[in-house]
């Protein structure tokens, strides 16, 4: 069993930053960001191979968006840059203990194993 928690979410202006991290319990492979704004469904927002060498990101992010891992640390990172009102959303990290996720991107919520308690990103206008 592996536990995730996310935290860094928080209130901040329109164009300012923050980093969301995500530490694992457990070693874990592939991570990734997902988001839920109120009345709308889950969607994916980026993700990461678990070597690290591999990432992708939602149309709406990139640019903007930037996911890292620390595989020593067991932790994932996100940094949102240039944030915007409709990036308001409770993100939530996800992790993979498919050791063939090492040299995956996954960008499905269902192909992750664990999911963190999801921290609350606000950005007004």
């Known amino acids: 069993q592996v536990q995730l928690v996310d935290s860094g979410g928080g209130l901040v202006q329109a164009g300012g930053s923050l980093r969301l991290s995500c530490a694992a319990s457990?070693?874990?492979?592939?991570m990734g960001w997902f988001r839920q704004a109120p009345g709308k469904e889950r969607e994916f927002v980026a993700a990461?191979?678990?070597?690290?060498?591999?990432?992708r990101y939602a149309d709406s992010v990139k640019g903007r968006f930037t996911i890292a891992n620390d595989n020593a640390k067991n932790t994932v990172y996100l940094q949102m840059n240039s944030l915007k009102p409709e990036d308001t959303a409770v993100y939530y990290c996800?992790?993979?203990?498919?050791?063939?996720?090492?040299?995956?991107?996954?960008?499905?919520?269902?192909?992750?194993?664990?999911w963190g308690q999801g921290t609350q990103v606000t950005v007004s206008s």
């Open positions: 996800a992790a993979s203990i498919d050791v063939d996720s090492r040299l995956r991107i996954y960008v499905f919520w269902d192909q992750y194993d664990y």
């Open positions: 990461i191979s678990g070597r690290g060498d591999g990432t």
């Open positions: 457990g070693r874990t492979y592939a």
